[in-house]
């Protein structure tokens, strides 16, 4: 039977720590949360790779380092509201609900939702939800959000998403550009957002966030 909390003190141990992630609630709940109850069946055993795992419908389990960094350089408190785009089957939002308040989950795939629901009730993350609606128009009714996290690659990042943050709140988007990415950290100050270069990270991009195609004669 294959020890899957070993599995999550290694990924801790040697994917997360090496990349300068070392702040405890990061750390305690990556070490909770069982990344493989948060995956299709048949790749429960892949749940712990050093790399992002396709979800199918353009949904990505990003990588742990990449997903520590990204909360590491939110530094989401106690008493935040959270909105997670493209929670797929709910990891993320498990995992950032054991460091917020409250977490908005967003998954427009109703398969999707429904098993992160069920999972994330199942893993005792009475703080968390998952809107079903599309991802780029997030979930205004819910906000608005001290903090933003985006789980998958973004080439255009919708306006309704940034209008639902709030005055001093925090984003973190992976942009893409082809094959290259680079996730950054946006602080919005009135209406304005001020971005910030944190680390090179890469993910699938997400439906509704693609640039649009542009033609010339």
Same mark, same amino acid.
């Given at each position: 039977?294959?020890?899957?909390?070993?599995?999550?003190?290694?990924?801790?141990?040697?994917?997360?720590r090496?990349?300068?992630?070392?702040?405890?609630p990061?750390?305690?709940?990556?070490?909770?949360?069982?990344r493989?109850?948060?995956?299709?069946d048949?790749?429960?055993?892949?749940?712990?790779?050093?790399?992002?795992?396709?979800?199918?419908?353009?949904?990505?389990?990003?990588?742990?380092?990449?997903?520590?960094?990204?909360?590491?350089?939110?530094?989401?408190?106690?008493?935040?509201?959270?909105?997670?785009?493209?929670c797929?089957?709910?990891y993320?939002?498990?995992?950032?609900?054991?460091?917020a308040?409250?977490?908005?989950?967003?998954?427009?795939?109703?398969?999707? #939702? #429904?098993?992160?629901?069920?999972?994330?009730?199942?893993?005792?993350?009475?703080?968390?939800?998952?809107?079903?609606?599309?991802?780029?128009?997030?979930?205004?009714?819910h906000?608005?959000?001290?903090?933003?996290?985006?789980?998958?690659?973004?080439?255009?990042?919708?306006?309704?998403?940034?209008?639902?943050?709030?005055?001093?709140?925090?984003?973190?988007?992976?942009?893409?550009?082809?094959?290259?990415?680079?996730?950054?950290?946006?602080?919005?100050?009135?209406?304005?957002? #001020?971005?910030r270069?944190?680390f090179?990270?890469?993910?699938?991009?997400?439906?509704?966030?693609?640039?649009?195609?542009?033609?010339?004669?």
């Amino acid at each position: 039977m294959t020890d899957f909390a070993e599995r999550r003190r290694m990924m801790v141990d040697t994917q997360v720590r090496p990349s300068d992630v070392t702040k405890y609630p990061i750390i305690e709940a990556l070490l909770a949360v069982a990344r493989e109850d948060f995956v299709p069946d048949a790749q429960r055993e892949a749940a712990y790779a050093d790399r992002n795992m396709d979800l199918g419908a353009g949904r990505t389990l990003i990588e742990a380092r990449t997903l520590a960094k990204m909360l590491d350089a939110l530094d989401i408190q106690g008493d935040e509201l959270v909105l997670d785009v493209g929670c797929g089957l709910g990891y993320s939002t498990a995992v950032t609900a054991r460091m917020a308040e409250m977490v908005i989950g967003v998954e427009e795939d109703e398969m999707m #939702s #429904s098993d992160a629901q069920a999972q994330l009730a199942e893993a005792g993350a009475d703080n968390a939800i998952v809107h079903v609606g599309p991802l780029a128009e997030g979930a205004a009714e819910h906000g608005p959000y001290d903090v933003i996290l985006v789980q998958g690659g973004v080439e255009d990042l919708p306006q309704a998403l940034l209008d639902q943050l709030k005055d001093g709140g925090r984003i973190a988007v992976i942009f893409m550009s082809g094959a290259l990415g680079e996730v950054k950290i946006g602080h919005k100050r009135g209406t304005q957002i #001020s971005w910030r270069f944190a680390f090179n990270a890469g993910a699938l991009v997400m439906p509704g966030f693609e640039k649009d195609a542009t033609f010339a004669l």
